[in-house]
């Protein structure tokens, strides 16, 4: 069991690291694809993850400590077993089980060959589960895709870990293959027992109103992540008036010209919506004049000019400190309120709304009903 154990303990240490690198990656695919994050999908997901990241590590958990594992095992030592269902027969070796006596099979889950096998059955019996319900595959396809994988396990296992290691350190078991492939199977038919309280997948988002749908701060935050990793490639100096010029090209005149977008817009299917369908000019200026020349511009331009002011330099950072707590203070508020303007998209007149083709999306509930 505890051989058992110590991959799920690994698996459960490494997924929050590779789920936390993942995130971005994973916000985006859903913001281009489904143009929001579903809860019930997130869950999915994630679930999904955790199940892969664990079964893989149990597979190749624990490793040799060293990578001359030729050396650690007797000369002549088998590395392989192409004898189908030989583990029938070893379970048959050494059973206690009386089968005319019902009382003895308890002993089954004591002897080494019987629980070997349940557990490499388990070992693809969720991946059958998310096979039928989230990506709703045939039995057919999922017994392919289960007997697949399990042989990119047994091809991990004997290969070394991809020729890490000098010789195979487990046995590339024939058996193996059966008994995956069966657990993947048995999911698919066990799936609707495990799967009875959530909606069905071809439906998540079958009553999503994107009119309605407000874009949340997680959203707007990435999207202005990635606007200004491509602004500070763009500007690589400290020149203020390039600064300003790259801001006007970019936030002004380009979000004007696509209607509402940038490329982190874009990425999260965002778009800067006017008093019409249509954004102006007038209202592109002052929402991103008010933000990035009133704001962080003035900002920058009284750091810059106060570096040789000693006399005024208290006085000039300080009056800046005031407007930045002001302002600070005012998102603050917003996001307490759980307001979705802040001061200077109301002063504009703008708001962020989901981006999205109506037609496209109409199509794709129809055809999950």
């Known amino acids: 069991m505890e051989a058992h154990l110590y991959p799920i303990r690994i698996a459960l240490i490494t997924f929050p690291i590779i789920a936390f690198l993942g ?41 040799p400590k060293s990578s001359d594992v030729l050396s650690l ?9 192409l004898v189908p269902f030989k583990f029938i027969q070893d379970i048959l070796k050494d059973t206690q089980v009386i089968y005319n006596k019902p009382a003895t099979y308890i002993h089954l889950f004591k002897e080494k060959a019987f629980l070997q096998a349940a557990f490499n ?23 392919i895709i289960g007997f697949t994988v399990s042989l990119f ?15 195979p350190y487990r046995l590339f078991d024939v058996d193996d293959l059966i ?24 439906k998540l988002d079958k009553d999503v109103d994107f009119d309605k749908m407000q874009v949340g701060l997680i959203r707007r935050g990435l ?13 690589n100096t400290q020149s203020l008036i390039e600064y300003f010029f790259i801001v006007f090209i970019y936030f002004i005149v380009g979000v004007y010209i696509t209607n509402g977008r940038t490329i982190g817009k874009l990425l999260t299917s965002v778009r800067v919506r006017g008093k019409t369908e249509k954004i102006s000019f007038k209202e592109v200026l002052f929402r991103y004049g008010i933000l990035y020349y009133g704001i962080v511009g003035a900002n920058l331009v009284v750091l810059y000019v106060s570096q040789g002011l000693v006399t005024f330099q208290i006085l000039i950072l300080g009056g800046v400190f005031v407007i930045d707590v002001v302002v600070a203070i005012s998102f603050f508020v917003s996001i307490i309120k759980r307001e979705r303007q802040f001061f200077y998209e109301k002063i504009s007149g703008t708001k962020n709304v989901i981006s999205y083709k109506k037609d496209k999306v109409i199509n794709e509930n129809k055809n999950t009903l």
């Not at 095992?73 to 077993?81: T, V």
């Not at 396990?153 to 010789?167: I, R, S, V, W």
Request: charged share 10%; glycine share 4%; net charge positive.
């Open 23 to 63: 995130t971005i990656p994973f916000l985006l695919y859903q913001y281009i694809k489904y143009h929001y994050v579903n809860k019930i999908r997130v869950l999915i997901t994630y679930s999904l993850c955790l199940y892969c990241l664990t079964a893989y590590y149990m597979v190749i958990l624990p490793l």
């Open 73 to 81: 095992y007797p000369a002549g030592r088998q590395m392989y077993q």
């Open 121 to 143: 059955v388990l070992l693809l019996a969720p991946l059958g589960i998310y096979l039928r319900y989230y990506f709703r595959k045939s039995w057919i396809k999922t017994v």
């Open 153 to 167: 396990f047994e091809l991990t296992q004997l290969t070394g870990l991809y020729g890490f290691y000098n010789a």
């Open 179 to 202: 008994l995956n492939t069966t657990g993947c199977l048995l999911g698919y038919v066990i799936a609707p027992l495990f799967t009875f309280f959530l909606p069905s997948s071809n």
């Open 223 to 235: 999207a202005f992540i990635i606007d200004w990793c491509i602004i500070s490639i763009l500007s």
